[in-house]
Structures are given as C-alpha cells and as structure tokens.
C-alpha cells in the first residue's frame, strides 16, 4: 500500500513539537538567541525525544529549545506555515494544531498578537496547498491560572476563523478536572469546543472525569480507559473521540511497545480512535509514519483505514462545509 498518497487528518499535534531544526538555528540567529550548536545535525538531536524516555517530563524537555524562538510574531507565524506545509506535503487534507499561548510571552506578546500569528501562518499555508486547519488553544495545568480567562477571550475574536476548540495539557495528575470546570465552563459559553488531554499516564478516572466535569468531546490521547470501565464505557457511549498518537505513547512509556498499544482493541469494539502524530519534531514522526506503523503492526485493512479515516472526519472540529470536502476523499 502507498502510505504517501493515502489522504490523511491529523487532530492531535503540538506546534511547538512539530519544529524544522533548521528553523530554530535561522530564527535565533535573527533573534540573536544563543542556541548549543550551529550544526543541524547537533539541533536537531536535541529535539528528538529517546525512543523510550524515562517519563512524560522527559519528553517534555525537548520542548525549551524551540520555545526559546517563539517569542516573536514572526517567529512564530514562520513556524506555524511551516508545520502546515510540511503536512500537506504528505497529503494531511486537514489538520489540527494545537498550542499554548501562555508559553509565548516571554518578549511582551499580546495573547492576540500570538494567536493572530499562528492563525495568519496556517491561514497563508491554506492558500497554498490542498490543506484546511484549525487551532485548539492548550492551557497548561501546572501553570498559575490567573490568565486563562484572558487566553479564552483572545481566541475568542478568532472562534471559526482559524480557532475552534480550548484543551488542557503539560504533566498529567490525577484528579486534576476539578480545578478547571470554571474555566471550560467559560470557554463553551463564549462558543469553544472542547478536547482534554487525559488518560495518557495511567490515569483512567482522569478521562472519565474529563468527560463529565469538562464536558469533554474528544479526549488526548485517552489509552488508559482500557484499566477503568466506568471511562471506557462512557467513551463508548458517548461517542467521545480518542485521539491516539502511537510513538508518542511509546516513548513516554504510557505503553511500553506498540503491539501492546490498546488502539485495535479500541477500534474492534467500535470505540471512535483517530491516528496522530502528537509532536512531529520531538517524536520523530509524521502521519505516514505513523499510519504505516499502525496498519502494519495490527494488520489492517484499507477499508479499515478509511473507517478510521471516517471516524476522524466525524470527531473533527470542523465546519460541516469542510467536513463535506473531507469525505469526498474517503474510498
């Protein structure tokens, strides 16, 4: 099977995961930033997470370098049509980046200066290339709350014009849903969807909790309802969309090799699983990759893959318009 030309969505991707080395060297010679190494090969190195880290905090490490180029808006629009391209380059027909605006103030940004920056990339990329995308704002939960409402009401000017959804991601602690019901509270009332990192360390009741403090629609990543029935079975009752990033999942040992991954399992008990990528860079990844990896390890079909392909089409936060588009692609 020819991965390259299957087409392809994408609902889960960091932006600050999905950086080109070669970017992060140029911006922060124009930024004069001072980076560890001119060398592409050192770079780059230093963005690409173990195969196997010894923890979500591990992974998460790789993240300081590019954030440190970020920091300006076109730094950070550069970026953002950057990752959209490289996507449409294997055939993603849409696409879902998601980020935190709180991490990009170091240099006096406004929140609107950065989520116009982002949105403005994608939007030069959608003119471009056979691509169409969208932007989840990601607050981060270990960070002080005092400017989540502020992230809200930014993003708010750019609800269905290149922003569509409000998430919660970083280090995963359990119980962690009950701090936040004001603040996604906030987010559906000014007309955001929603989507929660949850269950990706072990953590089921995590997901469950997600699902009915947060009024989660789709949950990041989500593998651990497979040790808590009261999340799986609402999963699959309600329809909530599980948005599974294979080599991610193995490298911050949240599975400890693929074949162990719960997604066929998933998808042979019709619960609603899409493939992504999670973070490009840091993962060394992109979605051909890991199409190729799934299909192979678990033995899928085409046809299964365009009913995941489907099932990604359903669970996307996109307009119905796009949605049509979209499944004009499917087999």
């Given at each position: 099977?020819?991965?390259?030309?299957?087409?392809?969505?994408?609902?889960?991707c960091?932006?600050?995961?999905?950086?080109?080395?070669?970017?992060?060297?140029?911006?922060?010679n124009q930024?004069?930033?001072?980076?560890?190494?001119?060398?592409?090969?050192?770079?780059?190195s230093?963005?690409?997470?173990?195969?196997?880290?010894?923890?979500?905090?591990?992974y998460?490490?790789?993240?300081?370098?590019?954030?440190?180029?970020?920091?300006?808006?076109?730094?950070?629009?550069?970026i953002?049509?950057?990752l959209?391209?490289?996507?449409?380059?294997?055939?993603?027909?849409y696409f879902?980046?998601?980020?935190?605006?709180?991490?990009?103030?170091?240099?006096?940004l406004?929140?609107?200066q950065?989520?116009?920056?982002?949105?403005?990339?994608?939007?030069?990329?959608e003119?471009?290339?056979?691509?169409?995308?969208?932007?989840?704002?990601?607050?981060?939960r270990?960070?002080?709350?005092?400017?989540?409402?502020?992230?809200?009401?930014?993003?708010?000017?750019?609800l269905?014009?290149?922003?569509?959804?409000?998430?919660?991601?970083?280090?995963?602690l359990?119980?962690?849903?009950?701090?936040?019901?004001?603040?996604?509270?906030?987010?559906?009332?000014?007309?955001?969807?929603?989507?929660?990192?949850?269950?990706?360390?072990?953590?089921?009741?995590?997901?469950?909790?997600?699902?009915?403090?947060?009024?989660?629609?789709?949950?990041?990543?989500?593998?651990?309802?497979?040790?808590?029935?009261?999340?799986?079975?609402l999963?699959?009752?309600?329809?909530?969309?599980?948005?599974?990033?294979?080599?991610?999942?193995?490298?911050?040992?949240?599975?400890?090799?693929?074949?162990?991954?719960?997604?066929k399992?998933?998808?042979?008990?019709?619960?609603?699983?899409?493939?992504?990528?999670d973070?490009r860079?840091?993962?060394?990844?992109?979605?051909?990759?890991?199409?190729?990896?799934?299909?192979?390890?678990?033995?899928l079909s085409?046809?299964?893959?365009?009913?995941?392909?489907?099932?990604?089409?359903?669970?996307?936060?996109?307009?119905?318009e796009?949605?049509?588009?979209?499944?004009?692609?499917?087999?």
């Open positions: 099977m020819n991965y390259s030309s299957l087409p392809k969505i994408d609902l889960h960091h932006l600050d995961g999905s950086v080109r080395p070669q970017t992060i060297i140029d911006l922060a930024q004069n930033i001072s980076i560890p190494s001119q060398d592409i090969n050192e770079i780059r230093l963005m690409i997470a173990p195969e196997t880290c010894q923890n979500l905090e591990e998460l490490m790789r993240f300081d370098l590019p954030l440190s180029v970020m920091q300006t808006q076109a730094g950070i629009e550069r953002s049509f950057e959209f391209e490289d996507a449409a380059k294997e055939n993603v027909k879902e980046v998601r980020f935190g605006p709180q991490l990009h103030q170091l240099q006096g406004s929140f609107d950065i989520i116009g920056s982002v949105v403005k990339g994608m939007q030069r990329a003119a471009m290339y056979d691509i169409k995308g969208n932007y989840i704002l990601s607050i981060l270990t960070f002080p709350k005092d400017n989540i409402r502020d992230v809200i009401d930014a993003g708010a000017a750019y269905n014009k290149g922003v569509v959804a409000f998430d919660l991601a970083g280090a995963e359990p119980g962690f849903c009950s701090e936040f019901i004001p603040y996604v509270d906030y987010a559906i009332e000014k007309g955001y969807r929603i989507t929660i990192h949850a269950g990706e360390q072990g953590v089921g009741q995590n997901v469950f909790d997600a699902v009915t403090m947060l009024k989660a629609e789709r949950v990041g990543h989500g593998i651990h309802i497979s040790g808590h029935q009261g999340a799986y079975d999963v699959k009752q309600q329809n909530i969309g599980l948005e599974t990033c294979p080599s991610s999942n193995i490298q911050t040992k949240a599975v400890d090799k693929l074949s162990e991954h719960p997604l399992a998933f998808y042979e008990d019709a619960l609603p699983i899409t493939i992504n990528t973070n860079t840091v993962s060394n990844t992109t979605m051909t990759d890991e199409i190729r990896k799934v299909m192979e390890e678990f033995n085409r046809e299964d893959y365009f009913n995941i392909y489907k099932i990604s089409v359903e669970q996307a936060f996109a307009s119905d796009v949605k049509q588009h979209l499944m004009s692609f499917a087999d």
